[in-house]
Every structure is written in structure tokens, then in C-alpha cells.
């Protein structure tokens, strides 16, 4: 009998120990960092990278806090940086503490109440600066439109992103196909410093092609720009009188035939009044 007591007293002691350290087994096992922030883009700007990335894909059960953005000069030694430069709570930054011309590497991690978790990919992206010549000349214009206007082709576009710190010109590029495209003298004074030309030299009825290209004061050219195209539309000359609609040529014989059987009916009916003798007229005598 006792030592049946005591098993059955062994058995809830173990019972009672499972369950009192499940809850903690439970709590310890959620105390985890959050994965890595994932797809890490950098893309540089005049006076700064922009870095962009996408939350991790498990936050460890917990509420995430800043992001921690490590930089370098060197490829995979973002993690020997420490401290990281400022943090971020959204997902995304912007370094403005660049040098122009430097490569820089960038890593970033996501935090919770638990730690930081892992880095992310690395991205890397150069320094622009918004004073310094750039040695590959401005980039190419963007926003490259081409419309009519009053019977004229117009090309529009925007300034460069990048135009190494100098003022630019453009030149428009015109051709009735896109593997031959010559340079319209025009645009060179016409599109200075401007953001549109109109070709007045393009004939009515052919396609043509276009794309625009930036020169900095350093005679730096850009690429060329998206190619575009527009077809002059015919105009009518001053005072030029349409002729008359087609469609309506059956009126006036329409209106002729109704007016001609109107009157035969008319005159058709005065006849015939006039020919039957009045009704209360006595009869006339007979001949003697």
C-alpha cells in the first residue's frame, strides 16, 4: 500500500514539474530576432544613395523595431562598422554623408525586443555630387514626348537627372526610320536651355522619329534619349471652302418630284370642280 502511495505521488510530482516548465519552454522558444530585411536596392542621386528595402519575412513574434543600416567602403565588411550609421523605423533611407566618386556597401538589419537578426543582401551604389563635373557627362533627357500643335510637330522633355553640376543645351535628332537619324541645326539654338522644339520643316503624311540628347558646357554629350515618333497631319489651306456633302443631294430632286405631283393634284381637282354643273340648277327645256 505505501509504495503504492508513493508512485502515485511520483507521478503527479512529474506531472506538476511538465507542466509548470511548459510555459516557460513556450515563452522561451518565441524570444526570437527577426530574419533578415529582404531585396535591398541602392540607387545613387545627386547629393545622395537612396536605399530601399522589403520587412522581413518572420518579425520573432514581436513588434519590429529600427532598422540597422551598417555601410562601407569595401565589399562584406559592412558588419565590422560599428557603430551603423543612423537608423531607420520605415524602409527606407537616404545617406547624404557620401564623398563623390566613392562606392559605397550597405547591409541592413531589422530589430525586435529580442536583438538584432541577421544582414541582409548587400547593394552598393556611387556617390553624385551636385557641384562636380561628372566624367561621363549628364544623362540623358526623360519625359521625351512628341505632339501636334497648330498643324506642327512638338518635342518635349525633361532635364536630365544628372547633369554633373553644369547647365545644359539639347539637340533633337529627326529620321524618316530609327537606324538613320541626323541632327536638326535648328535645335541647337531653338531647344537652348529649353525643354521643347518644333519642327517646322516636317512634311505632312511621313512618320518620323525623334529622340533628344543633352551637351553640358564641357561638350559632354548624353545618350540619346527614348525614341519618339509623330506624323504631321494635311492642313487646308486659308479660305479653302469644303465642297458640298454628298448626302445630301437627293433633297432638292426629292423636294422638286413632291412639289410637281402637289400641284398636278391641285390643278387635277380645279378641273373637275369646273367641268360638273351646279347641283340646284333647274333643268334646261327641251329643244323645239
Not at 131 to 152: F, R
Amino acid at each position: 500500500m505505501g509504495s503504492g502511495i508513493k508512485s502515485l505521488a511520483c507521478v503527479l510530482c512529474f506531472f506538476i514539474l511538465l507542466f509548470a516548465f511548459l510555459p516557460l519552454s513556450n515563452v522561451q522558444a518565441s524570444e526570437a530576432v527577426p530574419s533578415a530585411p529582404i531585396d535591398l536596392v541602392v540607387t545613387s542621386n545627386i547629393g545622395g544613395i537612396s536605399l530601399t528595402w522589403s520587412a522581413p519575412m518572420s518579425n520573432g513574434d514581436s513588434h519590429l523595431g529600427p532598422y540597422m543600416i551598417y555601410r562601407s567602403t569595401t565589399s562584406g565588411e559592412e558588419a565590422s562598422m560599428s557603430p551603423p550609421i543612423p537608423f531607420s523605423y520605415s524602409t527606407s533611407y537616404t545617406d547624404t554623408d557620401v564623398v563623390d566618386g566613392v562606392t559605397y556597401y550597405y547591409k541592413v538589419t531589422a530589430t525586435n525586443r529580442f536583438g538584432e537578426g541577421p544582414m541582409s543582401n548587400e547593394a552598393s551604389g556611387k556617390a553624385i555630387s551636385s557641384t562636380t563635373p561628372s566624367e561621363s557627362g549628364p544623362s540623358a533627357p526623360t519625359g521625351v514626348t512628341a505632339s501636334i500643335s497648330d498643324g506642327q510637330i512638338v518635342i518635349s522633355w525633361h532635364d536630365p537627372i544628372n547633369t554633373g553640376g553644369l547647365r545644359c543645351n539639347f539637340e533633337v535628332y529627326r529620321g524618316i526610320s530609327p537606324n538613320w537619324m541626323e541632327l536638326l541645326m535648328g535645335s541647337r539654338l531653338q531647344g537652348t536651355y529649353g525643354n521643347s522644339y518644333t519642327d517646322t520643316t516636317a512634311e505632312a503624311g511621313q512618320l518620323y522619329y525623334y529622340y533628344v540628347v543633352a551637351v553640358n558646357s564641357n561638350g559632354q554629350d548624353s545618350e540619346p534619349s527614348t525614341m519618339v515618333t509623330a506624323n504631321k497631319p494635311f492642313t487646308l489651306p486659308p479660305n479653302y471652302n469644303s465642297p458640298p456633302n454628298n448626302n445630301d443631294s437627293w433633297v432638292f430632286p426629292m423636294a422638286l418630284t413632291i412639289a410637281v405631283v402637289a400641284i398636278a393634284i391641285v390643278t387635277g381637282i380645279l378641273l373637275k370642280k369646273k367641268r360638273t354643273p351646279p347641283q340646284n340648277q333647274p333643268p334646261m327645256p327641251p329643244e323645239q
